[in-house]
């Protein structure tokens, strides 16, 4: 039964119909509804200057941009729901000791940052999410196939990528010398 309901889900998740209509049309949706969503933010009060530039028309720009990401995702989503296993997207909430073996730390201007600058490093943002893979014998396809480990490690945890985070500022490692 299990092989069977498998395969059902893999056959129609690589038709040629479900990649080019349903996956796109969704992606537009989505896009549509997070604009709207976020449409409030990007108004603002007239103003005398006629130079600025229209926040609002600046993110219609990015339409393109936004669907293609809502796309991946959600063949990302299409992909994972005909696997076995379960699988975690981890946010690391500010205040969490940083782990090497689960994150990369950088600056806030993207670059990587120097560990030996900070006593006890922790997070001050995460900026992308740590993706993990938890072992797991489903016997049906299952569409709740992302959970929440709430901090508990699963047995059979395999890191696919790590977490990216600004870490807390650092610690001055510097000596001040008084002159005169």
Known sequence: MRNLDFAAHQSLIEEDFFQQHVIPRKAKSLADRLSR????LFRRERSLNKSQTN??????????????IFEHALRIKADTVVSKDLFEVVLYTPGTPFQNDVMEAET??????????YKTPTVKLCLLPA????????KLVD????????????????QITK???VLEQAESNTVNLKIG
């Open 37 to 40: 969503t976020l449409a409030p």
């Open 55 to 68: 926040p609002l028309r600046c993110w219609s720009k990015e339409r393109p941009n936004l669907i293609k």
């Open 108 to 117: 806030i201007e993207g670059v990587q940052a120097e560990l030996s600058f």
């Open 131 to 138: 993706f993990q893979i938890h072992d797991h014998d489903r």
């Open 143 to 158: 569409y709740n196939n992302f959970v929440r480990s709430g901090g508990n490690q699963r047995s059979n945890t395999y």
């Open 163 to 165: 977490a990216v985070v």
